[in-house]
């Protein structure tokens, strides 16, 4: 198997009519057979093609989980274009930077996020069109723009051959969160993909029969390799939602009676933390595969809603560890597979001794030297590798029997619910409000408990005693930054305790943050227990 195109087509051959994924929003549901999936795929490679994409250019996706997503996985298959999925959420200079950067011929996106390409059209000389998945559009100038469903909805034609001959050719281009400088654009090849299709029983425990479930956004490396690999190669029938919304989740669940699902960040602490009720332990759910489920409620998790754990730590660029069901200690994150070596060292390189942090590596068992490529970036990339070894710019310690435990990230980024953020993109936004006289982000530990999270710190400075609102700049924030972004806290004081060289002590802001309440505020919203729920 070459690409998800030769899996999907294998599969329509043999069982077109499978109702294999089903995508789900707030009670609607819309089915996509193999079939469909085939047939979908095969009309919109071909509108795309009238679109003049040509093999080996990329397409930006900027959609929720939606069916025309996985349909634009095929369609782009079967022409040898290459995906770039960002957040659909995503605005501004980052979501321009990120299309500038990967030289987008064309955009999908979703109705809801058409307004924020449309704000950056002007600063992408690449563009060309942009293919709407909803209601449509209004015109864009320079752009020709259409819609998803004029493309789809033409008489059959016949099928295009696949165009990607090589698994080693680009699948897609997925974006760091960009913690230590601009995010860079990791070349993800078709192997990767049909690699995972391999997973789901050796390593997340599936079985046929299985019903996997995620709210994880497509857009994300776990939802397409925990979930839709698999579940297409196995024939698992996947659920999944538009966006991952704690309080219907058992609902769903249950509705659909789906054995597995999937966990990340602080969505664990955040299904955890909803009120018990009388049927906790009345759910279809075997095991969850998790990548982050707080050592602290590890057991009472389990035992609440009748499930087992299976825990993994995964990135991008490479690396995969795996604590099976029963195998390792709650918190750890797991070992190595057969295929893989780690080390853990320290800023030298020299490896450290069991229960010590240090960074870590990861090497292939084969001695086969590992290598990164992040688009337009061959300095970075080869410097995201020693001797061979993958540095994956995480600090964890391994313990006497080799379990490993994450414990944060290398280089002082913030990780909150499941993404690495940049504290300085946060700041600068903050230090732009007309009353903040000086800022510092940083975060403290998360109340989700979930390892090596964080909330998010905004420390200000006002311009004069009580001139600042904290609400008005949390509504500051919410309207110029991504939400995952937006501050969890406001800490004013009237000054930000530093360093002879200006820069900010964390451990003396920590200490005021605990000591005085009073300097910190949480935003008020309306909605603000919907938008809590949202990971």
């Not at 089915?31 to 795309?48: D, F, I, K, M, P």
């Not at 991952?244 to 933390?273: E, H, P, Q």
């Not at 379990?403 to 504290?423: A, E, L, M, S, T």
């Not at 920590?510 to 009073?518: D, G």
Request: proline residues 7%; contains cysteine; glycine residues 10%.
């Amino acid at each position: 198997m070459t690409s998800i195109a030769h899996l999907v087509r294998d599969k329509a051959a043999l069982t077109p009519d499978l109702d294999i994924l089903t995508f789900e929003h707030e009670g609607v549901q819309e089915v996509r057979t193999y079939g469909q999936l085939w047939r979908n795929g095969q009309t919109l490679a071909s509108g795309l093609l009238s679109l003049g994409v040509a093999k080996g250019e990329r397409i930006g996706v900027l959609l929720q989980n939606h069916p025309e997503f996985v349909e634009a996985m095929v369609a782009a298959s079967i022409l040898g274009a290459v995906l770039v999925p960002l957040d659909p959420r995503m605005r501004g200079d980052k979501l321009g930077f990120m299309l500038r950067d990967a030289e987008c011929v064309g955009v999908i996106c979703g109705d809801y996020a058409v307004s924020n390409v449309h704000a950056e059209a002007a600063s992408l000389p690449s563009l060309k069109w942009l293919l709407v998945v909803g209601a449509g559009s209004a015109p864009v100038e320079g752009l020709e723009v259409c819609e998803h469903r004029l493309l789809i909805d033409v008489p059959e034609r016949p099928d295009l051959p696949i165009a990607v001959r090589d698994a080693s050719e680009p699948m897609q281009v997925m974006y760091t969160s960009g913690t230590t400088g601009d995010p860079k654009g990791i070349v993800v090849t078709h192997a990767r993909f049909t690699a995972a299709t391999g997973y789901g029983e050796s390593m997340f425990g599936y079985r046929p029969g299985d019903r996997p479930y995620t709210g994880l956004s497509l857009t994300h490396g776990n939802a397409q390799y925990v979930t839709l690999a698999p579940s297409l190669a196995m024939g698992l029938r996947a659920v999944l939602s538009r966006k991952f919304t704690k309080s219907r989740l058992w609902d769903v669940i249950r509705a659909n009676g789906c054995t597995t699902f999937s966990l990340l960040g602080g969505m664990a602490t955040a299904i955890y933390s909803e009120p018990r009720r009388p049927n906790d332990l009345d759910n279809p759910v075997r095991h969850v595969v998790s990548a982050g489920m707080p050592t602290a409620i590890w057991n009472d998790f389990r035992e609440r809603f009748g499930v087992e754990i299976i825990e993994f730590y995964g990135a991008m660029e490479g690396g995969l560890l795996l604590n099976p069901l029963g195998a390792g200690p709650p918190g750890s994150c797991g070992k190595p597979p057969a295929s893989l070596l780690i080390r853990v060292v320290d800023e030298e390189g020299r490896d450290v001794p069991a229960n010590r942090p240090g960074q870590l590596l990861f090497g292939m068992a084969d001695g086969t030297p590992i290598k990164v490529e992040y688009i337009g970036k061959p300095e970075e990339s080869a410097r995201k590798t020693v001797n061979g070894w993958l540095k994956s710019g995480d600090e964890v310690v391994r313990d006497e029997k080799g379990w490993v435990f994450f414990r944060n990230r290398v280089g002082g980024g913030i990780r909150h619910n499941g993404d690495f953020i940049d504290p300085a993109a946060i700041e600068k936004t903050v230090a732009e409000h007309p009353s903040v006289a000086d800022a510092f982000v940083w975060g403290v530990a998360a109340a989700s408990g979930a390892p090596g999270e964080k909330d998010v710190v905004a420390t200000v400075v006002p311009v004069s005693p009580g001139a600042l609102d904290p609400q008005a700049l949390f509504g500051w924030c919410r309207e110029r930054l991504e939400p995952n972004m937006v501050p969890s806290f406001v800490q004013i004081l009237s000054e930000i305790p530093k360093t002879a060289s200006e820069k900010p002590q964390e451990r003396f802001l920590l200490e005021l943050f605990t000591n005085q309440p009073e300097s910190v505020a949480i935003e008020r919203r309306p909605d603000n227990t919907k938008e809590k729920e949202r990971v």
